[in-house]
């Protein structure tokens, strides 16, 4: 007799990504210019400042067997506080945060994972800026959440978009549905903006405004911040949460330092602290322990920074190179706009409405067979909300060398071209 397997609701959810379908894409045909996957270079990578940290790590014999154990669910405390020292340097904070609120997780994704299934019911709403990180759309959809696309301009999500976005959900009767605004506010995956502090203050009283009958939280995902290779830092959203109990800062050191040893973090509200811990007890107890006592010793080695600067050195050229090319090689065509990032990885393009950048459309096989691989815009539109963008490109510059950049980018106009005729 056969049986009929039945998945549950959240393995049905969370087909369809298409950041699987990229990547196979791009493993599939290895001569293709991949300007898609948000990878850091492999010349960027740790090796010299790995080596010493591992080095002190295995002179110290207790250390080391510290290292090779468990750890604990919110983290390694050394890790932890320098996480909160640097961060409350780095953002001059006044505020007093404890180490308590810190939690390393495996990458920040890990962190936006928990933060999720602690605050979202299946058809509970999350606001985001259209268009935004299309990995966390992925994991809105994996929890049953629905995702509500607001406007954006030069300067990130409109804080008048999102007054007007929750008036019409508030008609709607779905208000006590909204649980959080999704912002990434330093040189954002996929657009490259960076929010200004007014701008993020605006929104985290929006959010205060609005928590009528249920908190409305405020998930800053900084993933990029390091990653700034022009103009001053600008304060965490954190700074402007005065009383403490709206934004959660998720942070990482997977761009910054290695996305191999899978270190990301999370400082978050003090009822938020319990839930999340929960949540991580149930999946991990523990991130990777050895990986927190590595980044530890970096840290504390004074490792860290130096690094960071080469990191960002060798960025900077590769944006310069893309944002070139983009000039030299799309401007002609015309119709052709794109947002001039101060850093991040990312450059987003916005076609004529008669050039359809989707993975079903002419363009996106013709630069196939022009021997270049992008990523389609409209992946990054959240399912609510603000209508999806069809003729949108989001280019990476984080793996390829400047040259193959302005090859990809060469090939784009190429196939752009012939889809116009």
Known sequence: MSTTLRLSHRAEWAEGQPISELMSRALAEPDLISLAAGFVDEHTLPVDPTREALASMFA?????????????TSGYPALREAILSRFVQTNACQRDLSIDQVVVTAGSNQLLHLVSESLL???????????????????????????????????????????????????AGDLPRVKAIYLVPYSDNPCGITMPLERCARIVDIAKRWSLERQIHVIADEAYREMRYEGEDVPSVLTVDDE?????????????????????????PQHLIGPVCNQKGNIDFGSPN??????????????????????????????????????????????????????????????????PAGPDGPLFNAAIAEGVLYVPGQYCYPTLGEPVRHNTVRLSFGVQTPEKIRQGVAALARSMRHVLG
């Open 290 to 355: 050895f990986s927190q006592h590595l980044m530890a010793s970096v840290m504390q080695l004074g490792l860290y920074e130096p690094h960071l600067e080469r990191v960002r050195a060798g960025y900077r050229r590769k944006l310069q190179a893309m944002l070139a090319a983009v000039d030299h090689e799309l401007a002609p065509i015309g119709g052709v706009r794109w947002i001039t990032p101060t850093g991040g990885l990312y450059v987003w393009l916005q076609l004529t409405d008669d050039l």
């Open 121 to 171: 019911d299946p058809g509970d709403i999350v606001l985001c800026s259209a268009p935004t990180y299309f990995v966390y759309l992925g994991t809105l959809g994996n929890a049953g959440a629905l995702s509500y696309g607001v406007a954006v301009d030069a300067h990130g999500m409109v804080p008048e978009a999102l007054e007007d976005s929750l008036t019409r959900l508030q008609r």
């Open 60 to 72: 110290d014999g207790g250390g080391l067997k510290a290292a090779l154990q468990y750890g604990t």
């Open 244 to 268: 403490g109990d709206t934004v959660i800062v998720a942070g990482t050191f997977s761009k910054s330092f290695s996305p191999g040893i899978r270190v990301g973090w999370g400082i978050l």
